[in-house]
Structures are given as structure tokens and as C-alpha cells.
């Protein structure tokens, strides 16, 4: 039986990819004893907006106590009264519909008069009380607002369970917003209930700071970012099914890589080409639409809310997507932040306003005395540099047009490798963050040594011979890794296949002890020469140098192997080498320790006592 949608926007069994937070909320809401808040930290396009409602529909169809209670901030907001009086309006619409078992009455255009002619006869004094003292409280904003926000404490004190559903996604980046929102959230809090509150996840520290058994409240974090590979194609075919849009394979994966996995993006872009009747059978329609949309259509209006917002006038605008663009142009993305202070021309107040709206959507990266353009979303960047052209370049429209789609259509098969790659690579970040001192077989590590000892041997043979090796090499444990990317913008790798692992050598927590490895997966078809490999060595030496890494460990993998002459290279550079295939015999090993439970503690203690100045008894 499909559930029916009450707030969702989205069928139940189309909504993908978020089964396990569905649990996670339906679960905080059967929480009886510990009151905490469930903190979702969302990416700014990831659909978590969705997901609260679809746990609303989820829990009014579970008919249990408690009753669930959805809140949406809007963008559209304007006055604390007004959305104090909205939400006083929406909790008692959703009470009354959720305890008549009428999910119509959600989004009913009722009076007050309506719900109180609706209310149960056993809520009937209770709705009545709420009424009036809502109508008293009109004559003071400020006590209308205290009023409206306690409406959760209020029926808890007249022993109705509740539990909100409370999402600031659509929440202006800006101080008096956030802190309305904080004082509501602090509100409920104080009533005692679980919650599930949902944010932006560099906005959310701000709602939630502060709140009575925050320690508590703050271990409790859902984290919400983009689809996988599989689910955004599920959403896709989905939607193009329910649009009537042709697809094919190779477009769907084409819209999915290029759209970030973003069920947002996703969907916007398809009710365009629902709009203008387009199939998407090839690459040059889906990148002609693409082309369109970031011009004038759906795409274009979803960057233009955040840019028009922090711009307060047109002149603004236009220096600001100058600086925007310019940024996202240079080698490292990055300006000063004092550069553009003073070319924006804006007080220290306004000026803070637009740089902690573009940070907090995810838009650029604040930090320090530098803004950095994020580079990772493709739609971000033809935006700018579409509207680059046209608003401050004041280029012809037809070059404009022209122009970015010859670059997306040459960029769609890159697109496309990327991705294919990706899906080939190892996952190095997984591997290296499996290192825990563990001592495996020195020529996993050495290609030369490797293939002289096992060439064409089969998987059994290679196992036991490396069983018996007694030349071993001790694993760090690493503590920390990234990608590549984030400490350097000059390597040209894909972000996974180039990895830094921070660690310590056996466990000691020692300056000499502790040690990063530069992991990078290289591209060749037959075994790696020496020049390529040389030009790798070099690369992550520089990354090494200009982060300042006294100790380092380079390691390459490449798909077939290293050339003699490339193997002795790394033997003279200390460096290590290996072929997919030991790496993966890699894998399963660490895996395999990782899997085996820990040994039982013996029955033995150890006390040492002082006896002396320079001496102990064990």
C-alpha cells in the first residue's frame, strides 16, 4: 500500500537514498525518557527540507503518541509577529488534524473559528484557552512571539506529547533570523521533548548553541549531504518517467554527475525540460537545456536567491559576481578577504552579511583572510561565469549561448571518464584510514619485488607465499587523512585517487614518531616509466615542502605496475610502488585484522609504586 502524501512532495517509494535517516527520526520521536535534540546537518541542496517532511507523513500515518508537529522557516519571511502568528496557526492545524485523523486538514485554508468548531470535544477547552490567549497577546509583538513559541510547552504541561519537526533550511543567513530561530528551538527545549531540528550545517552550531542540556542535545547529529551515484539515478529515472522525458543511460549518468548528485538540482532541471517538451537522448539536448537554464530558467533562479539577497543594489550585484568570478578563475580560487572589503565598498556590517551568506551555503569558503570559490559544483561555476558575461562583461547573448555550450559539450566526456574512473579507483582513503600498526609483507609495497616473486601465480599461491614472508614492513596508524586538493590546488588528480594520511609511526604520539603519507593512484595503461613516476614523486615532494612535513612517505599505485627503470627510482627516493593487484591484497589483509575480535584482556594487573627518588617496585 503506497502512504499517502500529506507534507511530502514526493511518494514515499520514490523518495531514495534516505532510509536509514528516516529510521533515525521516526525512532527520536519514540523517545520517552531522554529529551534530546536530533541535530541534521544539512549540505544546502541535499533535500533534507524532504526528508523532515517525509518523516511528518511517516509518523501521522503510525498513529502513535506523540503527535507530530512540522515548522518550515521561509525565505519569504519578513516580521517575528508574523511568523509567530504562523506558527501558532500551523500547530494547531496539524494537533487538530493529526488527533481527527484527517490529514486534509494540514494545509486547509482554516480560521480560528474553523479549528475550534474542529477541535475534539476532549481538546476542546484546551484549543479554546490557546485562542484567547493568542487573541489577548496581539496587542505586544514581543509577547505575541514568547507566546506563540511556547505553544510546545504548553500542551506538554496539559499532558499532550509532542514532537516537533522544526526545519531552518530556508533560514536568511542573517543575525536577527537566525537568532528568532534559535529563541524558538530554545523554546521547545524548554518543554522537555525530543525534537528534530534541521539546518544548514555551518548555520546550525549558531541554532543550537546554548540550549539547556545542550552536551547532551549536540551528540545526537544527523548528517545529510548528497545522494550516492545510485540513488540520484534512481531519482532521475523516476522523475523523467513521471515528466514523460525520454533518457537514456549514458544522459542520466550525464545529469546526475554534472548536477553534484543534488535531488534539488536533479529536479529543477527536469521540470525544465518537462516545461519545454525536451527529450534528453543525447548529450547535445541535455547540455542545450543545461545551457538554457543557467541563462533564464530554474537553475538561474536557484543562485539568483542567494546572490540577490546579500545584494543591495545592482551596482553590488555586479562587482560582486566580478569578484565572485575572478576568484573562481585564478589557480587557487582564492582573493583576499581585504580585497574584497574594499572593492565591494561595503561597511563592516553589510559586508560581514554577504560573506556569511555565501559561506553558509556552501558558495564560497570562509576562512581566515582568504574567500575561496568552491570549485566542487560545476553549476555554481557556469553560473558566475555565465552571468559574468552577460551583467559585467556585457557580452553578446549569442556568444554568451555559443560559448558555454561548446565548453559543456567538451567537458560531457570528461565528465563522464571522471566518473568511470572513480568507480574503477581504489578506495585509497578507506585503505590508508585502516592503517593501525599493523606489520604486513614488505613487497605489497615494492612492485619489483612483488612481481619477481608471484608473476602469474594465482590468488591462492600469492596468498600463501605472502603468509610465510618474514620481511615485514610496520604500518603507522594514521589519525587523520584528506584528499590531496585541500592542501594543494596545483596536482592534477581526481580528489580520490590522491590522498594525505597523517600518523604516527607504532602508536607514539612523539614528534620523531609521527609521519604523512602522500598516497596518489596514477594513470597508465601498461606499467608506469620512470618519467611519470619521477613527475609524481616530484609533485607530492613540493606538496610536502610548501605544508611543511618534516617526515613523509610517498607511495604510488599504478593499475599495472612500474617499469625496472621507474622501480629503481623509487628504491633510490625511499618511496614506495605497487600495482592494483597488491593493493588489493593490501586490502583484504587490513580488512581482515579489522574484522578478527579483539583478543581477551588477561587476568593480570600491573601496579608500580614508588620507592624513592629513582626507583619503583612492579
Known amino acids: 500500500m503506497v502512504q499517502p502524501r500529506i507534507l511530502a512532495r514526493v511518494n514515499r517509494d520514490e523518495f531514495f537514498g534516505r532510509d536509514a535517516d528516516l529510521r533515525q527520526i521516526v525512532q527520536q520521536a519514540s523517545l520517552s525518557t531522554d529529551a534530546r535534540v536530533l541535530t541534521l546537518?544539512?549540505?544546502?541542496?541535499?533535500?533534507?527540507?524532504?526528508?523532515l517532511r517525509q518523516s511528518y507523513d511517516q509518523l501521522f500515518a503510525r498513529r502513535g503518541d506523540p503527535s507530530p508537529f512540522h515548522f518550515a522557516f521561509e525565505r519569504s519571511d519578513t516580521t517575528a509577529p508574523d511568523i509567530g502568528r504562523r506558527f501558532f496557526q500551523t500547530f494547531l492545524q496539524q494537533y487538530i488534524a493529526y488527533r481527527r485523523v484527517d490529514p486534509s486538514l494540514c494545509l486547509a485554508p482554516l480560521t480560528l473559528h474553523d479549528l475550534l468548531e474542529l477541535a475534539l470535544p476532549s481538546d476542546y477547552e484546551l484549543v479554546n484557552s490557546l485562542i484567547e490567549a493568542f487573541q489577548r497577546e496581539q496587542v505586544s509583538s514581543e509577547n505575541l512571539v514568547t507566546f506563540c513559541f511556547s505553544l510546545p510547552h504548553r500542551l506538554t504541561a496539559a499532558g499532550r506529547r509532542i514532537f516537533p519537526l522544526i526545519d531552518c533550511l530556508a533560514l536568511r543567513p542573517f543575525r536577527d533570523d537566525v537568532a528568532l530561530a534559535h529563541r524558538l528551538v530554545a523554546a521547545i527545549g524548554h518543554a522537555g521533548i525530543p525534537m528534530a531540528v534541521a539546518g544548514l550545517r555551518r548555520q546550525m552550531i549558531e541554532l543550537i548553541q546554548g540550549l539547556e542540556n545542550g552536551a547532551s542535545a549536540a551528540n545526537l547529529v544527523l548528517h545529510v549531504d548528497k545522494l550516492s551515484d545510485d540513488s540520484a539515478r534512481r531519482v532521475v529515472d523516476v522523475l523523467a518517467g513521471r515528466y514523460e522525458i525520454e533518457m537514456n543511460e549514458p544522459t542520466r549518468d550525464l545529469t546526475v554527475q554534472q548536477l553534484n548528485r543534488s535531488p534539488v538540482l536533479i529536479a529543477e532541471l527536469l521540470q525544465?525540460?518537462?516545461?519545454?517538451?525536451?527529450?534528453?537522448?543525447s548529450f547535445l539536448a541535455c547540455q542545450r537545456l543545461y545551457v538554457d537554464d543557467l541563462m533564464g530558467g530554474r537553475l538561474k533562479r536557484y543562485f539568483d536567491r542567494v546572490v540577490d539577497l546579500v545584494s543591495a543594489g545592482a551596482q553590488t550585484r555586479r562587482?560582486?559576481?566580478?569578484?565572485?568570478h575572478e576568484s573562481s578563475v585564478s589557480e587557487t580560487h582564492k582573493s583576499s578577504l581585504w580585497?574584497?572589503?574594499?572593492?565591494?565598498?561595503?561597511?563592516a556590517p553589510e559586508f560581514e552579511r554577504v560573506i556569511d551568506a555565501l559561506h553558509v551555503w556552501e558558495l564560497v569558503n570562509s576562512s581566515g583572510a582568504f574567500?575561496?570559490?568552491?570549485?566542487?559544483s560545476s553549476p555554481w561555476l557556469d553560473y558566475l561565469r555565465v552571468h559574468y558575461a552577460i551583467e559585467v562583461a556585457a557580452q553578446p547573448r549569442a556568444r554568451i549561448v555559443a560559448t558555454t555550450l561548446l565548453d559543456t559539450l567538451k567537458r560531457a566526456p570528461q565528465t563522464m571518464?571522471?566518473?568511470?574512473?572513480?568507480?574503477?579507483a581504489l578506495s585509497l582513503r578507506e585503505l590508508v584510514s585502516g592503517f593501525n600498526c599493523q606489520s604486513v609483507p614488505s613487497s605489497l609495497f615494492h612492485y619489483d619485488r612483488f612481481a619477481a616473486a608471484y608473476r602469474g601465480e594465482d590468488a591462492d599461491t600469492i596468498e600463501s607465499g605472502l603468509d610465510t614472508e618474514s620481511d615485514l614492513i610496520r604500518l603507522p596508524q594514521i589519525v587523520y587523512h584528506a584528499t590531496c586538493s585541500a592542501y594543494s590546488g596545483t596536482i592534477a588528480c581526481d580528489r580520490e585517487r590522491c590522498v594525505v594520511a597523517h600518523g604516527f609511526e607504532a602508536a607514539e604520539y612523539t614528534d620523531e614518531n609521527e609521519i604523512v603519507w602522500l598516497v596518489a593512484e596514477i594513470d597508465s595503461k601498461l606499467e608506469a616509466s620512470r618519467e611519470l613516476t619521477e613527475e609524481w614523486c616530484n609533485q607530492l615532494s613540493t606538496l610536502a615542502r610548501e605544508n611543511g612535513f618534516a617526515r613523509f612517505r610517498i607511495w604510488l599505485v599504478a593499475r599495472e605496475g612500474f617499469s625496472e627503470s621507474a622501480s629503481e627510482l623509487l628504491n633510490q627516493l625511499d618511496a614506495f610502488g605497487s600495482s592494483q593487484r597488491q593493493a588489493e591484497f593490501l586490502t583484504s589483509r587490513i580488512q581482515s585484522d579489522a574484522s578478527q575480535p579483539p583478543s581477551p584482556a588477561a587476568d593480570e594487573y600491573e601496579m608500580v609504586i614508588p620507592m624513592g627518588d629513582d626507583s619503583e617496585l612492579i
Open 339 to 347: 580585497a574584497w572589503k574594499k572593492r565591494l565598498g561595503l561597511a
Open 319 to 324: 562587482t560582486l559576481l566580478r569578484l565572485l
Open 417 to 424: 571518464a571522471r566518473k568511470y574512473r572513480r568507480e574503477a
Open 272 to 281: 525544465s525540460a518537462r516545461e519545454t517538451g525536451t527529450n534528453l537522448t
Open 41 to 51: 546537518l544539512a549540505a544546502p541542496d541535499a533535500g533534507a527540507s524532504e526528508l
Open 371 to 376: 574567500i575561496e570559490v568552491n570549485a566542487d
